[in-house]
């Protein structure tokens, strides 16, 4: 791409309001959309509220809205866009807005302290330590790949639509709590907690969250839908039931 002019219409204000602005910047080979916002607010607007930090992908700061799809700024490159209409930025909707891009997402850690830790069990080997099989740990590995950018939060319809913060945990915490419930050594029970104050059954699995991953993790086939099939096993499988009821009798009335 050729240095060329291209407009941004970035949205100016605050939680009591606010419009979109039209910036002319020149673009050049390379450019993300950070660089573009960075050239605006050096040249043309010192007062534009922006968060990033790393510019690489991996600290999550720099989340935004660009032509209606949540992403990372800095990992939008210019080349992808369609620069002869204006490029759309704006800030995440499901999340109060405190100025210009910039949302309060406070909210988000407030979730994680309500979710129960991680609880070992015993060592299980002669020297103290634990045995594990490789393929238990690759599953919950992928999980830890979540740079805490929020744009799953972002685009789940029951946070950005409906607005059930106090029902629903979004996908971000799904992906912690099923890299919890899936690691080898976790015996805590989190189910109950999943069911009703975490809300996993208002996801309707569309893979929404999944789609606008930057660290590509599959958090609706990996994460969300193995903790659903675990509700389900522990409330409402008929079969699951009646092995636990019959496990949970007396040896002795067993056997009669």
Request: hydrophobic share 35%; glycine share 4%; charged share 25%.
């Amino acid at each position: 791409m050729s240095a060329s002019s291209a407009t941004f219409r970035i949205w100016r204000g605050d939680a009591a309001g606010g419009k979109f602005h039209d910036y002319t910047t020149t673009c050049s080979e390379g450019m993300v959309v950070l660089d573009a916002v960075h050239d605006i607010q050096a040249a043309q607007a010192n007062d534009l509220a922006c968060r990033w930090n790393c510019k690489a992908g991996k600290c999550g700061s720099c989340s935004a809205e660009i032509n209606g799809l949540p992403r990372l700024m800095c990992m939008t490159r210019l080349s992808d866009l369609p620069l002869e209409k204006p490029v759309t930025v704006e800030p995440m909707k499901a999340f109060p807005l405190l100025k210009d891009l910039i949302t309060d997402v406070s909210w988000n850690f407030r979730v994680k302290k309500r979710i129960k830790k991680f609880k070992p069990r015993a060592p299980d080997a002669p020297d103290g330590t634990w045995r594990m099989q490789q393929a238990d740990i690759d599953r919950v590995q992928e999980f830890r790949k979540c740079i805490e950018c929020f744009l799953c939060q972002d685009i789940c319809h029951v946070l950005r639509d409906h607005h059930k913060h106090d029902e629903f945990i979004g996908p971000r915490f799904l992906v912690y709590v099923g890299a919890l419930e899936m690691h080898p050594l976790d015996t805590e029970n989190r189910i109950p907690e999943l069911k009703e104050a975490h809300g996993v059954g208002y996801c309707n699995i569309t893979k929404c969250c999944t789609n606008v991953c930057p660290e590509n993790i599959k958090i609706t086939d990996n994460a969300i839908i193995p903790l659903k099939e675990r509700v389900v096993d522990q409330y409402f499988d008929p079969v699951a039931k009646l092995l636990r009821m019959l496990r949970s009798r007396p040896t002795s009335e067993r056997s009669q």
